[in-house]
């Protein structure tokens, strides 16, 4: 079986920066990693992310979070498992834990009841290692907005939003520390791809 390795961490945390040093730096100890995001990564799930982000539609909250458990079950069948049986490292913008922290925490459905929707969308898939950034809301939205881009629906949600999934997320790594390893975003990306593949030594061959 090859390696599942997600990236999470509040929107312009570093999360897309962080993936492509980080294929860099496994390339140089011979791995070719698949790099693919979500909610997408496949034609179906890419479809189900244009839905999810549209800032003119409305979604509710239980809504939201059965579709980006459709869209992670379609990617898991399609692209994750097939990949994982070759014996290929793949490596995941977001996952399972950020249903948990936006949708569980920050809108308040419950982080055990999205557990356990996302259970059943992944067949139990679990990441061999998960890397969290963390960086305070302000700064991440600074960052966001650095971008240029105008807001998706999510980005548009207020400071106390985003300070719920920031909260859940320390929680979550405070649970599962073997397997999430959290990362100061606020340093220099280098700095911060050199963490990560610490944080990925004991998972690398040889």
Do not use: C, H
């Not at 409305?58 to 939201?64: F, I, L, P, S």
């Not at 990949?83 to 925490?105: I, K, M, N, P, T």
Request: charged residues 25%; negative net charge.
């Amino acid at each position: 079986m090859g390696r599942l390795i997600t990236i999470e961490g509040v929107d312009g945390a570093g999360k897309s920066t962080l993936a492509t040093g980080l294929i860099k730096a496994l390339a140089l100890d011979g791995i070719e990693a698949q790099l693919l995001r979500e909610p997408g990564g496949v034609p179906t799930s890419e479809a189900v992310r244009s839905l999810v982000k549209d800032p003119a539609l409305t979604v509710g909250a239980r809504a939201e979070a059965l579709l980006y458990a459709a869209a992670r079950a379609q990617l898991v069948e399609e692209a994750l498992l097939p990949a994982l049986e070759r014996g290929q490292w793949v490596l995941l913008d977001r996952f399972v834990d950020s249903s948990l922290a936006y949708q569980g925490a920050g809108r308040g459905l419950g982080v055990d009841e999205v557990r356990e929707l996302n259970l059943f969308a992944t067949g139990g898939l679990t990441p061999d290692r998960t890397l969290l950034l963390t960086l305070d809301p302000a700064s991440a939205r600074a960052r966001a907005d650095a971008r240029g881009q105008a807001p998706d629906r999510l980005e548009r949600e207020g400071d106390e939003f985003f300070a719920r999934i920031r909260d859940a997320y320390l929680e979550l790594a405070a649970a599962e520390p073997e397997r999430i390893r959290v990362l100061d975003a606020s340093l220099a990306p280098a700095i911060v791809v050199a963490q990560a593949v610490a944080a990925l030594a004991d998972l690398l061959p040889g």
